[in-house]
């Protein structure tokens, strides 16, 4: 059984604050410390559970956050960027379930440093409002891959919870708006994870596969006009708004690379 990890950083317990998230900040190291933790906990958990492969895609900013020295021996790391499918690179076909730990909701909703990708757009498919969880699954879906595990704070599970079909949530904190939370022990989260873990793969044949339905429809509106000017330059954008794009396709891989590329086109505007 293989197994496909994106690892995020901003839904990991003990980590609240933007000044926790990038190498540069003083907090960065003990965050990183604790994201690895989450991440191995559901390493382990998938191993116990009969995997027997699993590859760990570094997924939060510059993507090279996680120190292969201190992953577990098992598993094999894809780190740095840019890569073409981004939090998502090395999906394909041959994996059998899909983990997203660390993550976050969406942008405008109270969850933990909620945000989309850059934190500058919110983001709708076939008119359903998602987050990273739903833009990054339905490419999961695309090659018939199951998202079976996520984790994240309390906003994070009810939303991937209503969007993802049989997905395991495992909550890691509790918000008390955008930047404080409620949160265990780490050591306590942890152990959850690892038994969401092994849980999400003993339950894989009633999960599901995240499919949009095809033509998709995605809508992407910016925080500025001037970013979605920016984006509407890309062949195939309709403007149908002051800060909104739309982009139409047949294929989710190609409307998922389309909303690569809007967003560093548009920049923070």
């Not at 599901?208 to 809508?219: A, D, G, I, N, Q």
Request: charged share 20%.
């Amino acid at each position: 059984m293989k197994v496909f990890i994106s690892a995020d950083l901003e839904g990991t317990a003990g980590v609240v604050q933007w000044d926790q998230t990038s190498a540069s900040d003083r907090d960065y190291p003990q965050a990183v410390e604790l994201m690895t933790g989450e991440v191995n906990a559901a390493i382990d958990g998938a191993f116990s559970a009969g995997a027997t492969e699993v590859i760990v895609n570094d997924s939060h900013n510059t993507m090279r956050n996680l120190r292969p020295l201190e992953l577990d021996r098992r598993a094999k790391l894809l780190s740095g960027g840019p890569k073409r499918y981004s939090m998502m690179e090395g999906i394909d076909e041959s994996f059998d379930a899909v983990f997203f730990t660390g993550y976050h909701a969406m942008l405008g909703t109270r969850g933990v440093l909620s945000h989309t990708y850059w934190g500058s757009a919110s983001v709708r498919v076939n008119d359903v409002a998602m987050g990273e969880y739903g833009v990054n699954g339905a490419l999961a879906g695309r090659f018939g891959v199951p998202v079976a595990l996520v984790t994240g704070d309390d906003f994070l599970c009810a939303q991937a919870g209503a969007l993802l079909p049989g997905v395991t949530a495992v909550q890691t904190k509790t918000a008390h708006g955008r930047y404080a939370a409620l949160q265990e022990h780490p050591e306590i989260v942890r152990q959850r994870i690892r038994e969401g873990a092994a849980k999400a793969l003993a339950n894989l044949s009633n999960v599901k596969p995240f499919r949009p339905e095809s033509p998709v429809r995605m809508e992407v509106e910016f925080v500025s006009a001037t970013q979605a000017d920016l984006a509407s330059r890309i062949p195939g954008t309709e403007r149908i708004a002051e800060r909104t794009v739309r982009y139409v396709h047949q294929d989710y891989e190609s409307v998922f690379l389309w909303f690569l590329v809007a967003g560093t086109v548009a920049g923070n505007g």
